[in-house]
């Protein structure tokens, strides 16, 4: 395209002034269609049809449906290859990359979900005489080490026994757990390092050495309110990981819950796929969910709109000097969650989805010859695992014959770490 325009502007000037123009403005404005712009590798690579053509070709000896294998592989100025890509197909947990998108449009990336503690009653010698409230704001990633913490933030105030109960008011989850009352009794249990489980002394293993085991004893049970009580006193306010370390836990692991929490404090499912439609500048006919996990087969996505949403994703954090490797898994970098067993070369921010029948993979390849390349793949059909080699085979084949950017060592967002004391803020005064 961009060498037609090129071309259409010097055969004007030529029909113009009947000859090849020499004025220094003239000359300039011909120039423009020889600029560094027109190096862009706009046109097709027969080379990668190929592959995904012998790709599909290797699929359908398997006994797979080709019709129901969806591909879309785009850079910034041209189309690679494609089939089926716009078809909205049961795509897993590449719902994840809208549920991203629409956490992205509703809060800033250093966004924190904070958990606020009160308490009612006098304190005296270390003992609160009334109850410990915990009023929660969504925090989707509120686990032990977070109590652990919480709890030492608490002895640090001097208080180590509450002689009423735990109350929980508000969006407090726990351990993945959004029913309040579980909760509660997970936060009592992790608070008082005397009466820990076996699985919570392994994750105090997992905390910086040195870090005390906290003796906050709660003699009452667990009470869940719609409100604060009266006279509620702030201790402390517990801030969780920013949205943006959050967003890539979530995506690392592919924690379904977390997307379902993230997805209902936005809005919920049709919200969510109204805010990725409209950010990827595609029809709402290829975002069709029913949630914002990826759980069901009817949450469908065509293979075009998978790329479209992570490009126009793309654009955004670039503003905030961040990449999506920032917010999604970076193979060759990031070893555990989705990214264990899989042969995906170095270099290759993904986001996984898995179901019985489906197995989707997409994301972004780094290279010098074509910058960017975007590329989605919706797998059905069984045996899981053979998919997803074939995926990592596919993707192997397209790194030799490219020349792909390999991993960078680090990530702004995985510089966090839970139970970090510094997140337990005293209230002044």
């Known amino acids: 395209m961009l060498e037609t325009i090129g071309f259409a502007v010097g055969s004007l000037l030529m029909d113009i002034f009947g000859q090849k123009p020499t004025t220094p403005e003239i000359a300039a404005i011909i120039s ?3 600029a560094k712009v027109f190096d862009v590798p706009t046109q097709s690579d027969p080379k990668v049809e190929a592959i995904v053509e012998d790709y599909l070709k290797n699929l359908a000896a398997q006994g797979y449906a080709t019709e129901q294998q969806g591909i879309w592989f785009q850079s910034e100025w041209a189309e690679l290859a494609r089939h089926q890509e716009n078809f909205p197909a049961s795509a897993a947990s590449l719902t994840k990359i809208a549920t991203t998108i629409a956490a992205l449009e509703t809060w800033s990336l250093d966004r924190r979900f904070e958990t606020r503690i009160y308490h009612t009653g006098m304190v005296n010698n270390g003992i609160v005489e009334g109850d410990l409230i915990v009023q929660g704001d969504g925090d989707p990633l509120f686990v032990w080490e977070e109590s652990i913490a919480l709890g030492n933030a608490l002895n640090r105030l001097g208080i180590r026994q509450i002689k009423g109960n735990l109350i929980v008011t508000g969006k407090f989850y726990m351990n993945f757990k959004t029913y309040p009352q579980a909760s509660g009794e997970f936060l009592k249990l992790g608070l008082d390092s005397r009466r820990w489980t076996s699985l919570i002394q392994k994750q105090y293993q997992s905390m910086p050495p040195g870090t005390s085991r ?3 004893a709660i003699a009452g049970g667990i009470q869940v309110r ?8 702030l201790l402390l306010r517990h801030q969780s990981l920013t949205l943006a370390q959050l967003l890539k836990k ?3 692991y592919s924690n379904n819950v977390m997307a379902q929490m993230l997805g209902d404090a936005v809005g919920g499912a049709t919200v969510v796929s109204q805010i990725a439609a409209k950010f990827a500048g595609v029809s709402p006919d290829e975002i069709q969910l029913i949630n914002t996990s990826g759980l069901g087969v009817e949450n469908r996505i065509s293979p075009r709109a998978a790329c479209r949403m992570l490009m126009a994703l793309e654009d955004k954090l670039k503003s905030q000097s961040l990449s999506v490797a920032d917010l999604f898994p970076l193979s060759g970098r990031d070893r555990n969650g989705t990214m264990q067993w899989r042969g995906i070369p170095s270099g290759i921010a993904v986001k996984t989805g898995t179901l019985a029948q489906v197995s989707a993979l997409a994301g972004v390849i780094p290279t010098k010859e074509r910058g960017l390349v975007w590329f989605a793949i919706i797998n059905h059909g069984g045996n899981i695992e053979k998919l997803r080699s074939e995926q990592d085979r596919l993707l192997q084949r397209l790194s030799q014959h490219w020349n ?7 990530s702004v967002t995985n510089n966090a770490f839970f139970g970090d004391p510094s997140r337990n803020l005293k209230v002044d005064g």
């Open 32 to 34: 423009w269609e020889k």
């Open 214 to 216: 906290p003796q906050v």
């Open 226 to 233: 719609d409100s604060l009580p009266d006279a509620s006193q």
């Open 404 to 410: 792909v950017i390999p991993a960078t060592a680090n």
């Open 250 to 252: 979530m995506n690392v």
